[in-house]
């Protein structure tokens, strides 16, 4: 199977930082990787698919890059709804495998 | 609206099966494929497999291989995974996620509200 590492692991930032988190593929997997937005005791919500389409309905500060083996998500200026835990998920093979996710918090 | 409503919490014991059912709702069942992905706590997220209600086909994580069985009941519009000999690594928060595409590319647009299985003696 193919393995996800998302870095950092815990990241502590303010309204209207602009953070990156970024996602590396144990292998090439194109553009088939989607970002997920997940709060505490919810279902996770898509905010990305193709690496770099934004989902409908999510807001434009959310967006996606890359393509093979290493993929960005940026939030340009955190708002205190985005205080949350974000996984990406490769959907190249039959693994669909998630990273480990990236928490994060407000400073 | 797409919704996705999952069965309620269950306590099973060390070595029985669980089934957790999830209704679709708001499009067309048939034509999208259903995943099962779970959540132990404080765990990352992880993909258990998924099943096609249109075509009947299916696909398993290796990880579950033999324990798991996904099927659906299309004039219900539900879908359901079973999972057996459970054992207490299996406690973990159950959610059933539709899958779409837009071109060739997929992801889980809509997911069910989750369903938590507590195995314990």
């Known amino acids: 199977d193919i393995q996800l590492t998302q870095s950092p692991s815990f990241l502590s930032a303010s309204v209207g930082d602009r953070v990156t988190i970024t996602c590396r593929a144990s292998?090439?997997?194109?553009?088939?990787l989607a970002w997920y937005q997940q709060k505490p005791g919810t279902a996770p919500q898509l905010l990305i698919y193709?690496?770099?389409a934004l989902q409908t309905g999510v807001p434009s500060r959310f967006s996606g890059s890359g393509s093979g083996t290493e993929f960005t998500l940026t939030i340009s200026s955190l708002q205190p709804e985005d205080f949350a835990t974000y996984y990406c998920?490769?959907?190249?093979?039959?693994?669909?495998?998630f990273g480990q996710g990236t928490k994060l918090e407000i400073k | 609206q797409v919704q996705l409503v999952q069965s309620g919490a269950e306590v099973r014991k060390p070595g029985a099966s669980v089934k957790v059912s999830c209704q679709a709702s708001?499009?067309?069942?048939?034509?999208?494929?259903m995943h099962w992905v779970r959540q132990a706590p404080g765990q990352r997220l992880e993909w258990m497999g998924w099943?096609?209600?249109?075509?009947?086909?299916?696909r398993y994580s290796q990880n579950f291989q033999g324990r798991i069985t996904i099927t659906s009941d299309t004039s219900a519009s539900t879908a359901y995974m079973e999972l057996s000999s459970l054992r207490s690594e299996d406690t973990a928060v159950y959610f059933c996620?539709?899958?779409?595409?837009?071109?060739?590319?997929?992801?889980?647009?809509?997911w069910g509200q989750g369903t938590l299985v507590t195995v314990s003696s």
């Open positions: 292998q090439g997997i194109s553009s088939y």
């Open positions: 099943f096609n209600p249109g075509s009947g086909h299916k």
């Open positions: 998920q490769e959907l190249n093979t039959y693994g669909y495998t």
């Open positions: 193709a690496a770099s």
């Open positions: 996620a539709r899958l779409t595409r837009t071109g060739t590319y997929p992801a889980l647009d809509y």
């Open positions: 708001g499009y067309t069942f048939t034509n999208y494929a």
